[in-house]
């Protein structure tokens, strides 16, 4: 896996304080439906893309930047149940995509607040699975890791003796 987020980039996003508004979007979807979900972490609906994010808080950290595949918890708060029924309905693996957007790239005197511009993300992180997915009454919680392609299993083919024997000589 390439190393996309340089070290000064990651010691701005995760210092104390901060000149800049950070606003983290979080995007969950479906590999095999059209199906997904808008959150933004803020008091306030936005509008990105042509996509309604709605506002939820959410606990995410950011990936870390090892030789291992990386992997973060999730935690959203289930409010109104909304939000833990539908990853109930999206089939297994739930995909994501977490993008961090500076707050000037937004008219934030509108509701829903809309971009100003084409704004680009200070931070992307996507092709993301989000796995051990546990929804209950107050949150839904879950493993989030990247891809990891010596242990994602693949329909579409395995490799048997009888496909391929030269793998087993």
């Known amino acids: 896996m390439s190393r996309s987020v340089p070290l000064s980039l990651m010691q701005e996003l995760t210092k104390v304080s901060q000149d800049a508004v950070i606003i983290p979007f979080l995007t969950f979807s479906s590999l095999e439906t059209a199906e997904s979900i808008y959150l933004v972490a803020d008091g306030a609906q936005y509008i990105l893309d042509g996509n309604t994010f709605e506002p939820i808080p959410f606990d995410f950290a950011l990936l870390p930047d090892t030789d291992a595949t990386p992997e973060v918890q999730l935690s959203v708060p289930n409010i109104d149940r909304v939000v833990g029924d ?75 003796q009888d496909r391929f024997p030269a793998l087993y000589r």
């Open 86 to 160: 539908k990853i109930r309905q999206i089939l297994e693996p739930v995909s994501l995509r977490l993008e961090l957007y500076d707050a000037d790239d937004f008219d934030l005197t509108t509701d829903p607040r809309t971009a100003i511009g084409t704004p680009s993300p200070i931070y992307t992180a996507s092709e993301l699975l989000l796995r051990d997915v546990t929804v209950d009454a107050f949150q839904v919680t879950g493993t989030v890791k990247g891809w990891d392609i010596r242990g994602e299993y693949s329909t579409k083919l395995r490799a048997t």
